[in-house]
Nanobody, 124 residues
Framework: QVQLVESGGGLVQSGGSLRLSCAAS????????IGWFRQAPGKEREFVAA????????NYAPSVKGRFAVSRDNAKNTVYLQMNSLKPEDTAVYYC?????????????????WGQGTQVTVSS
């Protein structure tokens, strides 16, 4: 089992940057793909980015490609989401999630373990 805790959210101006962290506990962390999702008020949770267990493969939603970068440090049991050129439409609660499959699914239903989320607010 994997427990996940997100941090690094906050308030930032449009065009600014934030780095989110997803800290994991559990011996099998390095075997899991990690996905980042976000949910804005009144909207469904949506895929943002994912990274495979080794860090060699990534997947991004078209809306963030070129602005966000996902990385991981298995020695620290942590996955990062670097968010640059932030826009007001990026405002949401951001969640990380863990999955043991071999595919970098962009689907909420494919992930088994979830963190509690961290709020990101981008002001215009």
């Amino acid at each position: 089992q994997v427990q996940l805790v997100e941090s690094g959210g906050g308030l930032v101006q449009s065009g600014g940057s934030l780095r989110l962290s997803c800290a994991a506990s559990g011996r099998s962390f390095s075997s899991h793909n990690i996905g980042w999702f976000r949910q804005a008020p009144g909207k469904e949770r949506e895929f943002v980015a994912a990274i495979n267990w080794s860090g060699r493969s990534t997947n991004y939603a078209p809306s963030v490609k070129g602005r966000f970068a996902v990385s991981r440090d298995n020695a620290k049991n942590t996955v990062y989401l670097q968010m640059n050129s932030l826009k007001p439409e990026d405002t949401a609660v951001y969640y990380c999630a863990a999955d043991l499959s071999t595919t970098l699914w962009p689907l909420v239903t494919k992930y088994d373990y979830w963190g509690q989320g961290t709020q990101v607010t981008v002001s215009s």
